[in-house]
């Protein structure tokens, strides 16, 4: 596929840039006039989300861009905002929402739609000016678009792994979870080293233990009202007997007395005295709720008050305190899941590296070209997915970085049968010498001259047929 | 809610000075505080207080004409015996010849006593009054009671109930609070009752003596000179056996039984109780319901509430006697 030309739009500016088929050259005497940012319109026409450079606000224009897919089909894209594209194909206007659609917007002219190659396309063809010449097999290609070779062969072998990877995320979350409740319980120890008086100053605690207290206290007092009620009952029923017999008694003088309760003697004593006995004991009862009732008011008032920073700090600590679980039992439940993790971790590597033809493929192309720019010593199948990037270091890591990118664009090109555009953006850098540049352009012009390339420079490189586009002061001068 | 406070304690000092011929009181009714006496004839209070009576005695004469006020008003309704203005100020008239009289511990004073000059000012007071109060029976009384240290503001009344219950010879540590705080609150009480006439009986105020100084771990402490338990074990009993102990001596129908019993025995003498006690216990196993107990704890705890039973007996006829319950 190449692009034709974009064409940017600014208010009342516009200017269009053509490119050609083979070998274009964005150029520039000095630095800072819209090399980097014409790369980055490119991009952003082909459906990317990019950052604007300092100079030029991509939101605010309206980018057009004529992509040729290598069938012959012409794509018309037109973006004027960040978060929607029109492309017109033929007859057909299709408008994609972005980021969200963008996957079926790149399908026409990448002719795939699996998520793990479309994620990870633009770290193959596109080499950024200040990332892009360090990233060998994982890392930020530009803002936040990020490329992994696992999840890239995975995609180019049709090898599925989202299930574990899946696992491996929730997995990879709860990891991080129980490193946050290990520190906890590393200050709960370091707490409790320095002397747990916390705890019992806690003015909370204290209230709740008063109010349960109180509140036995109660449960007796009112049992013995209960019992002081039984007893108060029999007697007003003696009482009641008493005076409901009508009985009569005769007195030596032959007088006859009617036996009431008022001349029972010690019966009105017995109701007297219960009733007293019961009274006090309802105060007491009283004085008992009025106590608890006041204690978990005081209790509702010291929740509602808000902190000084001191008692924050006290509360948290007594929150820690309290914290059941210690450093070793949470220690134990780390180590179990970084086990899991592990074996995920293991297994997608397995399901991505055994028996795959793509990883042969790759590592045979990086061996070439590595070989080819000098940096192919200590490189075997498994140094495709190495993260020991510090023993690759300035030139060593350019040219190794190029010989990764070369490996992927070929076999790009064999799953999908699409030959990307190759992209560099400042591809002399910063520690590469002439000779080492002309080496890996020696490489493009010998197995890339079917690859639309676009080279933004301030230097000149020996391309056959170089299509020139010269930038004055700024991009759309 | 201080003045309320002096009114409750105030009424406290009046029901006790008034004890032998005290009917009812109440609180908050035609005035502060009420005393019907046994023949028809009543105390009658204004008790007005002042928070910081040592130093402030700004107002205490307007304070003290409105009580003349009041009392004149309420005079004519009742049969009354005394007219008190009951006050916490050292000078309630604000008047240098009389204020000697007040000076120190709680005092009383009838207007008869008051110097001339003291008693003008009252004059003065009666004739803006339509049908002022008969000064005969007239009397100043004040009690010293301020600041907000409880032990401080009810020293001179607790002093007061210790006194009442030292002349029953009731000898209780912690008495003297626990009727203050019973009395106040049943004062208090009473207080918020709008019908006029629901007052305080003398039983009422009495009888929460009776039920303190004959109380579980109080009076039956004494039984243990008629057991054969060593101190251990018999508290060990009295309290695990407390209700039951209680309950026991609170039922009508068992404690006429052994009343009954004990007077028609006729002993006499200080021990009169251990001997009955000592001679008969085993005659009320059965009343008293603890046939199924062990036998050591089933005999102790018999001699225990028999005990308990007659000293309580003895002990209310005691309590109403001195105080013409």
Known sequence: MNINYVTIRQGILEKSFTFSKGNNLIHSEKNSVGKTTLMRVILYSLGYTVPSTKMFPLEKCEIESEVVSDEGRIIKLVRSDASYIVCFEGDEVQTYFLPQQQAKLQLKFFKTDNIDIIDNLLGVFYLDQEKGWTLLNRGVVIGSIHFNVEDFIQGLSGRDCSELKKEKVKLETELEKYEQISNVTKYKESLQRIGGSILNENPDDELDSQIEMKQIELNLAQNELRRIDYSLKSNKQVKSFVDSMKLTVEMPDGKLLRVTSENIVGLNDSIDYLIAKRKIQALECNKLMNSILQLREQKKQNSGVLLSVDSIADAFDEMIQKFPYGYLKVESIKESLKRQLKEVKKQIASRTKDNNSVLNSLYINVIRYARELGVDEGVNTNYLFTSNLRVLSGALLHKTVFAFRLAYIIEVEKILGVKLPIMLDSPSGKEIDPTNVQKMIDILKKDFDEHQIIIASIFEYDLPSTYRIEMQRSLLE | ?325
Not at chain 2, 85 to 101: H, I, M
Not at chain 2, 138 to 155: A, C, G, I, M
């Open chain 2, 1 to 325: 809610m201080f003045g309320f406070d002096f009114q409750s304690n105030a009424a406290i000092i009046l029901m006790i000075e008034n004890m032998e011929v005290l009917n009812s009181v109440r609180v908050e009714g035609d005035e502060d505080i009420q005393l019907e006496l046994n023949d028809g004839t009543y105390v009658l209070a204004q008790a007005k207080a002042v928070v910081n009576a040592s130093t402030d005695t700004s107002n205490v004469r307007a304070k003290a004409k409105k009580a003349m006020e009041s009392l004149s008003e309420v005079a004519r309704k009742y049969a009354v015996k005394e007219l008190i203005y009951f006050t916490n100020s050292p000078d309630p008239l604000k008047e240098e010849t009389s204020r000697f009289l007040f000076l120190g511990l709680p005092s009383r004073v009838p207007y008869d006593d008051l110097p001339e000059a003291a008693k003008k000012l009252i004059d003065e007071f009666l004739s803006q009054i339509d049908v002022p109060l008969n000064t005969n029976k007239l009397k100043f009384q004040v009690l010293p009671f301020e600041t907000d240290d409880d032990e401080q503001r009810y020293k001179f009344v607790k002093q007061k109930i210790s006194d009442f219950v030292g002349e029953m010879n009731i000898i209780y540590d912690g008495l003297r609070n626990k009727l203050h705080d019973v009395w106040l609150l049943m004062l208090d009480n009473n207080g918020t009752k709008t019908k006029r006439d629901i007052t305080l009986k003398k039983k009422d105020i009495i009888w929460p003596i009776i039920v303190y100084v004959t109380g579980h771990g109080i009076l039956d402490r004494n039984a243990k000179y008629c057991t054969d338990l060593d101190e251990g074990e018999f508290y060990e009993i009295e309290r695990k056996y407390g209700k039951l102990i209680q309950d026991r001596s609170e039922l009508f129908d068992i404690v006429t039984r052994i009343v009954t019993d004990y007077t028609e025995k006729h002993l006499a003498g200080r021990d009169a109780i251990e001997r009955f006690v000592n001679e008969y216990w085993k005659d009320y196993i059965e009343v008293l319901g603890i046939t199924t107990l062990e036998e050591t704890i089933r005999d102790n705890l018999a001699k225990i509430i028999l005990y308990t039973i007659l000293r309580k007996r003895f002990e209310i006829d005691r309590i109403k006697k001195s105080v013409k319950l």
